[in-house]
């Protein structure tokens, strides 16, 4: 299915490994020019390297620290108009409430949570003007199933939520829609350090997270997210704004 993004500038943070790069995938697929920005610039020059040469699109690389916001603003300004951004920067440490002090807790939301404030705070604003524009914040299922195991990334991941229907209650009205996606466990580096913190928690050993990856559901694709954030990128979903979609294989609905 054609979904109407030939065209489109994407900027893609957290672009270069995991989810990111799986969203940079659909949107070259689709024709979009993309904007990748994450913290590595070898790593985004590898997965710039292979999109160009896979789809012919252009990509610009943006290495930065999205936790700063001097390096926040300094990527609104390199990426000028874009007509979809992806928010994806960001890992919340895995730990209980006891294992976080309130430095660790600041420290990972400066990046998840402020980042994508920041970003919105930045750039919806220029979507307003111009009367078109979509915000996709890939979010996480710990928003609605938190554990004890994952405490400040279920406290980071409601706020996102919070923030995506604030802002998309009523921003059709600009021609601006903000949507998001909250994946469950997906088969990625970061789907190893949070299963590795569960182990912790029930076995006393990080070691045995191999006996808690699920069956039912089994882990998700990047490739499986990436299709979703980009079906709501796309005017096929012109629609939808303010909701958020959780993609956990039916986990969080049990």
């Known amino acids: 299915m054609d979904l109407e993004l030939h065209g489109r500038h994407v900027l893609i943070t957290g672009g270069s490994r995991g989810i990111g790069r799986a ?3 659909a949107f070259a697929a689709e024709g979009c020019s993309l904007a990748l920005a994450a913290r590595t610039a070898a790593d985004l020059d590898a997965a710039a390297e292979g999109l160009r040469e896979r789809h012919g699109v252009t990509v610009t690389t943006h290495p930065g620290d999205l936790s700063s916001p001097d390096d926040q603003v300094a990527l609104v300004d390199a990426v000028g108009s874009v007509d979809v951004v992806v928010n994806n920067a960001g890992a ?3 730990g209980d409430l006891g294992a976080l002090d309130d430095e660790a807790l600041r420290e990972s939301w400066e990046l998840k949570v402020f980042g994508y404030v920041n970003l919105c705070r930045s750039i919806v604003p220029r979507m307003v003007e111009r009367g078109s524009g979509v915000i996709v914040n890939v979010i996480g299922a710990a928003a609605v199933r938190p554990q004890r195991s994952y405490i ?3 406290m980071g991941n409601a706020a996102l939520v919070a923030l995506t229907r604030a802002l998309g209650a009523r921003s059709l009205r600009d021609g601006v829609r903000v949507v998001g996606v909250n994946p469950g466990l997906v088969v990625t580096d970061r789907m190893i350090d949070l299963l590795r913190a569960s182990a912790q928690e029930r076995f006393r050993d990080p070691e045995r997270w191999e006996e808690l990856v699920p069956s ?4 998700g694709r990047p490739e499986q997210i990436a299709d979703v954030v980009a079906f709501l990128a796309s005017p096929r979903a012109g629609h939808v704004s303010g909701t958020t979609l959780t993609l956990d294989g039916g986990a969080s609905a049990r």
């Open 23 to 25: 969203c940079a995938e």
């Open 92 to 94: 919340i440490p895995p």
């Open 152 to 154: 400040a990334g279920g």
């Open 216 to 219: 039912d559901p089994a882990p």
